[in-house]
């Protein structure tokens, strides 16, 4: 080709016209994903909690003979549901409160420590910082006096709350239902030779989904159980009240969030700590992170290491994108959704792989 030559290309109508077509496609099912994304969130959780009760169900039917999969599914809604409420009745009332005492004796605590004669009380005198604190200290008294009150006065977000929360469990029992009806439908649409490869594929992703969602609950009652053991044992030494209970049920909750609900848990255990004694939050903030450090080493490694598909670093990608697609309950399924997806490309290549191979081989022979 010369140098001064020119080159032109010509590109169908067809050929932009379609492209067209696709941008204009790709934006809107983009924007419609965007606007359905806390329903599929639902849907989403909706399932893998159906996958993880799924075993509880079947426990149920043999320990108790019940030949009805709806008693046994409403069974183990019914022990959900007493467990929730009585989690709810026992942590929401008494942070309510201690938190309303703290944001009512911030004043007097400030005064209290213009009061001392430490180094730091000094520093604020010789700096004049004493009416500024004094200052702030009414402000956030007036502004957050009425915690609680105003939490339950935004009724919008509380009521958004329950009704996703009831819509989950509403899809969650009619899914615990139908779903092996579903699996057997499906698996007779297939034609034979496909069949039991599906049903392999099934069988291992229900296996991924299940024993990650219970792996997580042993490590989060595991977590409470000693952050009860550590609080009751440090606010007796420290002579300080608080509930103790709730604070470990706090802890067991949030540890069921992978990655993210551990340090969420800590911060909030801390956080409540200080507002009954700056002495307890030290203690409690060493307590967890000796603890957590411990668990990463140790059991944590040992129980989820055969309940994973994902390696670790598809673990974090996964759960950052879970929390930006749907906030704490995205952040929860989207392991095991990734766990699911993984399990399905393997699946395709493997038998992409097996089909390449048997075309060589005819080819050849």
Do not use: C
Not at 44 to 60: E, Q, T, Y
Not at 312 to 333: E, K, Q, T, Y
């Amino acid at each position: 080709m010369e140098s001064g030559q020119k080159v032109t290309v010509s590109v169908a109508n067809r050929t932009i016209v379609r492209a067209i077509l696709w941008v204009v496609a790709a934006i809107l099912i983009y924007r419609f994903i965007g606007q359905i994304s806390h329903v599929l969130t639902l849907i989403l959780a909706a399932i893998f909690l159906a996958l993880a009760l799924n075993p509880v169900v079947a426990w149920i039917r043999r320990r108790l003979h019940i030949d009805s999969r709806i008693r046994a599914t409403a069974v183990a809604y019914l022990l959900v549901v007493v467990f929730l409420s009585a989690f709810v009745a026992l942590i929401v009332p008494p942070l309510v409160r201690q938190t309303r005492d703290f944001i009512k004796d911030v004043p007097t605590t400030v005064e209290n420590f213009q009061k001392q004669n430490s180094s730091l009380a000094a520093a604020a005198k010789r700096y004049n910082l004493d009416e500024k604190l004094s200052q702030a200290a009414k402000d956030f008294t007036s502004n957050y006096g009425n915690f609680g009150t105003t939490l339950l006065d935004t009724g919008r977000r509380v009521a958004e709350a329950v009704i996703s929360f009831f819509v989950v469990l509403v899809l969650t029992f009619m899914m615990l239902v139908e779903g092996p009806r579903w699996l057997t439908w499906y698996l007779e649409t297939l034609p034979e030779k496909q069949r039991s490869r599906h049903k392999k594929v099934l069988n291992r992703i229900y296996k991924a989904v299940s024993g990650f969602v219970n792996g997580q609950v042993i490590l989060a009652a595991v977590a409470g159980f000693f952050a009860f053991i550590a609080l009751e044992i440090a606010s007796q030494i420290l002579d300080v009240s608080v509930n103790a209970v709730a604070l470990a049920g706090i802890v067991a909750v949030f540890g069921i969030i992978p990655l993210f609900g551990n340090p969420i848990a800590a911060a909030v255990v801390v956080l409540v700590s200080l507002l009954s004694s700056v002495s307890l939050g030290i203690t409690m903030a060493i307590y967890f992170t000796i603890y957590f450090f411990i668990e990463n080493h140790t059991f944590q490694p040992y129980i989820q290491a055969r309940l994973n598909e994902l390696s670790p670093l598809l673990v974090l990608i996964s759960a950052l994108v879970g929390v930006g697609f749907g906030g704490i309950l995205g952040a929860i399924i989207a392991i095991p959704a990734a766990s699911t997806v993984k399990i399905i490309l393997e699946d395709q290549l493997l038998q992409r792989g097996i089909n390449t191979s048997r075309s060589t081989r005819s080819a050849s022979g």
